[in-house]
């Protein structure tokens, strides 16, 4: 662990009522004393800083708030009334002294005591630096300090249920009690290489199948079932609206987000840019995308706005493709099915208020595009769109009646070093059937065990780390 002494703005920028400034190393204390001035027994605040030295904060208890002054220690002038609050290793968020400052939170007032901080020999942290400390520390392992960056940008309540969980510990003790399974499994096997003639007796062929199965196999199944079923609860979701111009995109989306987001008209080419917004479908966090119709055009502004549909296109999750019930299709509707069909698509059927009285009505589209979601609805009434909702849903996450409790939900990275783990392990099942040489097994436990050090980080590469923290914000 590094001897130096770090500070940050724990509290977003703006205006507000509390503003944090925390200070966690070994001279977090008396960096805090130098400009801290205890409040006591009523005295005004001219008189403490006129008359006394700083009060050393050394000899306050614990995890109590103190009411004072931050003072600048050369011009003896008042910065902000504040609270304070020490928290002494190893009791805190980072093992290490802590001290928070609970100030007014104008941006002006918080850098000003931030400067006196650094000017007493602490240094600014880096993004996440006080969680890798709480990591390094061995306080969190790093599925933790992941659920932390999750806490802070769960956008759903399912979300941050499962950053909860898994800040709580879920994810490490699921993935440890595989580990152990194996680890038990790796003394017999070595225990075999040490005694071959005994081998029969210390590995016997079939319950010890039986047990990988049961205690290994089917966990990280499990596991890996779930990051593919539910992390876009966590991760969300990319939808994007596409269609010939005016088919009733924008008038989707604002059903959808239940505003008037887009600016809807009966002429043709009203949307020329990317217009987006979030919201949320049974827990689910969606990013929605408007986009420009899709059609020829010399027009240089809808020829950018295209360009961006068609950006936000490739990385969409899911696109909802809009064509009108009351229109014979096109051939620019023909087109755009050809160019995206390789895309997770639903086919919305907009405009059925035209067309929902007329006997003869039949909607005629290419046998090839039977095959896709459908879901008939008129934006301009708002009717079908709790179909449509629930056909979303459906699509991103299967049978919502299947998903549980969002109790465990690994991340990609989790999920890739899961699979890795699963190939090992069914790669030494295949060679116990095959009652292959106990070394060569052993090979393949200790890189399935391996994979799941690196999820909860007993054995992390540096590369990992750095993508890790840095995305946390700069205070955290």
Known sequence: MEASTIAAIATPPGAGGIGIIKISGPKAIGIAGAIFYHRTNGAAACDNIKNKDAHSISSFKTHRLYYGHIVNPDTRKV????????????????????????????????????????RQGARIAEPGEFTKRAYLSGRIDLTQAEAVIDIINARTDAALQAATNQVTGKLKTAVEDIKNALTDLLVQIEAGIDFPEDVADILPAQQVAQKIRLLVLKPIEDLIERYRTEHVYRDGLNLVIIGKPNVGKSSLMNCLVQKDRAIVTANPGTTRDLIEEGLQIQGIPINIADTAGLHETDDPIETIGIRKARQSIESASLVLFIINAAETLTTNDHQIYDKYSDKNMILVINKMDLVEHDPSFQLKTPGHWNGIPQAQISALYATGIDGLKELIVKNAVGDIENI?????????????????????????????????????????????????????????????????????????
Not at 82 to 109: F, N
């Open 404 to 476: 549980l409790d969002h109790s465990i939900i690994p991340n990609l990275r989790h999920e890739q070093a899961l699979e890795k783990s699963l190939l090992a392990v069914q790669t030494a099942l295949t060679g116990l059937s095959q009652s292959l040489p106990a070394e060569l097994l052993a090979i393949d436990i200790k890189g399935a065990i391996d994979q799941l050090d690196t999820i909860v980080g007993t054995k992390p590469s540096a590369d990992i780390l750095d993508r890790i923290f840095s995305k946390f914000c700069i205070g955290k």
């Open 79 to 118: 910065v902000d009334e504040v609270l304070l609050a020490v928290m002494k290793a190893p009791r805190s968020y980072t093992r290490e002294d802590v001290v928070e400052i609970q100030a007014h939170s104008g941006p002006a007032a918080l850098r000003a005591i931030l400067a006196l901080i650094l």
